[in-house]
């Protein structure tokens, strides 16, 4: 019985020890953290089948429809463990939108597209994590941030919805999803699956910093985001047979698909029917869609002169 007394007061000590320890070493780890908040204005870029450049459609921002350009906007929280790697958690939202009748009309293979007349819009609300990367902090000679400027690389995975929409003759606005345009979940049509509206994302990048003050910095970044879905504008393949809208579809909405299925202007077509099996859209490459955002962002910690004093010289 004698042995259980400093048996407990061994287990005590270390007890206390490892608390100890683990506080200094959290209250360390967020020291030596920095937190970054901000908000991100921008330009919002559809890239799809609709619309698009002169001749046939190309990628990135040789297909761009400045016109149908909108308006990004969000708010991002960051955390750095050190100065040259940081981490971002960011919300942003903005409207994509495509319209064949944006295509230019110079007698080249875009003039299918101005024919087909097809158009959407969407609201895009967009949630991810990621990594971004500062390699021109290993070459900084000065441990003060005011003046500094800092270019990185971005990478990341995140979430979007959207919902594409266009207006029916009577000028409603209609939700296409539903409406299954291309055959998407017809048994005659096994290959074409019915498409989700919120879809995984992996956002990729580059933008620089410029600190105006030690806790405060301006920025600009270009955000491409890459897909797995050719969807978005519920344009991907081919004209289905609308005989097949009346069998899956209510009577109201069946009307509707087979209204906004097949828009087009083709001089050589006199009915819907004849475009059955033709080129639709191009599934070879999936939709995608990139921002240029002008960023605002705060430190909310600034470290003390000591722990300055405790920082590699090497890297500042």
């Keep these: 019985m004698k042995r259980i007394v400093p048996i407990a007061r061994v287990i005590v000590i270390i007890v206390i020890t490892v608390s100890s320890s ?17 908000i991100g204005l921008g330009p919002l870029f559809f890239l799809g089948d609709l619309g698009g450049a002169a001749g046939i459609g190309r990628t990135f921002i040789k297909d761009i429809d400045y016109p149908l350009t909108k308006l990004s906007k969000g708010l991002f929280v960051g955390i750095a463990p050190n100065e040259w790697l940081g981490f971002r958690l960011a919300v942003n939202t903005g409207v994509l939108e495509g319209d064949d009748a944006e295509a230019p009309n110079k007698g080249g293979d875009e003039v299918t597209r101005l024919q087909r007349n097809l158009n959407f819009t969407s609201r ?11 390699p021109s902090v290993f070459l900084e000679q000065y441990e003060d941030l005011k003046g500094k400027f800092r270019p990185y690389g971005i990478i990341g995975v995140g979430v979007y919805h959207f919902n594409p929409k ?7 606005w209609v939700a296409l999803q539903p409406l299954h345009t291309e055959g998407q979940g017809f048994a005659e049509y096994p290959d074409r699956k019915v498409y989700k509206l919120t879809q995984a994302e992996i956002p990729m990048g580059f933008g620089f910093k410029y600190y105006l003050k030690e806790n405060m910095f301006i920025g600009l970044e270009v955000l491409h985001r890459k897909l797995f879905t050719d969807y978005v504008d519920d344009v991907s393949t081919n004209y289905i047979d609308p005989i097949y809208f009346d069998k899956y579809l209510s009577p109201a909405d069946a009307a509707l698909a087979k209204q ?9 077509v006199t009915r819907p029917s004849d475009v059955v099996g033709a080129k639709r859209g191009d599934p070879k490459q999936n939709d995608a869609f990139f921002s240029t955002i002008l960023r605002l962002g705060w430190r909310l910690r600034e470290m003390s002169g000591a722990e300055r004093q405790l920082r590699c010289p090497l890297y500042y």
Excluded: H
């Excluded at 959290?26 to 908040?37: A, D, H, T």
């Excluded at 906004?260 to 050589?268: E, I, W």
């Design 166 to 172: 266009t207006q029916d003759n009577s000028g409603n």
């Design 260 to 268: 906004l299925n097949y828009r087009g202007t083709y001089s050589s």
């Design 124 to 134: 895009m609300w967009e949630g991810y994590v990621a990594v971004e990367f500062y």
């Design 22 to 38: 683990l506080k200094s070493f959290s209250q360390s780890i967020l020291i030596r953290n920095k937190v970054e908040v901000g």
